[in-house]
């Protein structure tokens, strides 16, 4: 059977104040730090989760283990980076490090931060080289960004876990469930920071293709906007245009 879905967006991270996009690949603000504490104290099914996953960039990490720390404690639970769940464009704040770099930060971090989920857990198995390129699979193109949407739905239909945690970006999120329901173009998302949600698998879902159904939510999945999404670049530019 597939699995359970749970998104969420991670907290909040110093690009997001004032739309500090030159900063490469920011951590969480104290704020961020905070939703996420709320978000663990919130979160009812700790005792469920069979694997935690997030992108690779800081943000995202901080935020799993911050907020998931309950399930990632339980000697079962994996902690794994899927590269493909990055956002999707090219600033600087969505550039993320190299494996051996990432490992460092992940090491000092943890400690400094008080996570009580060893660093040894993290597993980066899936971390290439080249994933923080912003080429290949992981072109911001419009085109590119819905294959890479499509292909990691396709991939957790096949997990074997019940429940999956996956912890990825505002814009992204848009791509993976196909909805766009709520979208603000003056923030690129109706996904609020740290907000979670949860998704099952279309009926009709299968290995080549798969889809999304959200739960708790009555309305019918809105499409891209027209005008706004003709690719990805002019996305960000439309967004960046109305600040």
Known sequence: MPPVLYLVRHAQGY??????????????????????????????????????????????????????????????????????????????????????????WVRGTFAEMGVRVEPAK?????????????????????????????????????????????????AFLHYFTEDWTAFDPKKGTAFENCEYRKYTFSADSNASEAHLVEHGVAQVKQGRPPGVHANVLAEIEAVEANP
């Not at 899927?82 to 460092?104: H, K, S, Y």
């Not at 085109?143 to 505002?170: M, N, Y």
């Open 122 to 170: 993290v597993d980066y198995g899936l971390v290439e080289e080249g994933w923080n390129s912003k080429t290949g699979i992981y072109e911001p193109r419009l085109s590119v960004v819905e294959k890479r949407a499509a292909s990691l739905r396709t991939w957790l239909w096949q997990r074997p876990e019940a429940t999956i945690v996956l912890v990825a970006h505002g």
């Open 15 to 104: 690009h997001n104040i004032n739309r500090q996009h030159h900063l490469r690949d920011p951590e969480l603000t104290p704020l961020g730090t905070a939703q996420c504490g709320e978000l663990r104290a919130a979160f009812p099914h700790h005792d469920r989760i069979d694997v935690v996953m997030a992108s690779p960039l800081k943000r995202t990490v901080q935020t799993a283990a911050l907020a998931f720390e309950p399930a990632l404690r339980r000697p079962n639970v994996p902690f794994l980076l899927v590269p493909w769940a990055q956002e999707i464009a090219a600033n600087a704040c969505d550039v993320g490090q190299g494996r051996e770099e990432l490992e460092g």
